[in-house]
């Protein structure tokens, strides 16, 4: 297997795993934990680019910088991102993009973590 088909596979078990990744983080809305929802944020900010799915890498550090910042609003912003890494969910399972950039629920959250 070449290095690309290897990291293609890696790609689509990873976008597979998005909706578990969601289920987590909507778990821990419900708890209001801005530590745990940091966290998976930090992670999705990492492993995005990683896979090759940059928008979901620049979303995660904006909602990962509102919980650092402001603690108080993390499941405020976490629930408003998740809608968003729905669409990022669908758009890739089809093999589309998500233009996070002109994503005006993204532009929201970039306002709070201003």
Same mark, same amino acid.
Do not use: W
């Given at each position: /297997?070449?290095?690309?088909?290897? /990291?293609?596979?890696? !790609?689509?078990?990873?976008?597979?795993?998005?909706?578990?990744? &969601?289920?987590? =983080?909507?778990? $821990? &809305?419900?708890?209001? +934990?801005?530590?745990?929802?940091?966290?998976?944020? $930090?992670?999705? !900010?990492?492993?995005? !680019?990683?896979?090759? &799915?940059?928008? =979901?890498?620049?979303?995660?550090?904006?909602?990962?910088?509102?919980? =650092?910042? +402001?603690?108080?609003?993390?499941?405020?912003?976490?629930?408003?991102?998740?809608?968003?890494? $729905?669409?990022?969910?669908?758009?890739?399972?089809?093999?589309? +993009? $998500?233009?996070?950039?002109?994503?005006?629920?993204? &532009? !929201?959250?970039?306002?709070?973590?201003?």
């Amino acid at each position: /297997m070449s290095f690309a088909a290897m /990291m293609e596979q890696l !790609k689509e078990e990873y976008i597979q795993s998005l909706p578990e990744k &969601i289920e987590l =983080i909507e778990a $821990h &809305i419900q708890t209001n +934990s801005s530590e745990s929802l940091r966290e998976d944020f $930090h992670k999705l !900010k990492g492993t995005g !680019k990683t896979y090759g &799915i940059p928008e =979901i890498s620049t979303l995660a550090a904006s909602v990962e910088e509102v919980c =650092i910042s +402001s603690p108080q609003l993390a499941a405020t912003v976490a629930q408003q991102a998740l809608p968003i890494l $729905h669409d990022i969910y669908a758009s890739r399972s089809t093999n589309s +993009s $998500h233009d996070i950039g002109t994503d005006e629920r993204y &532009i !929201k959250i970039l306002q709070t973590a201003a």
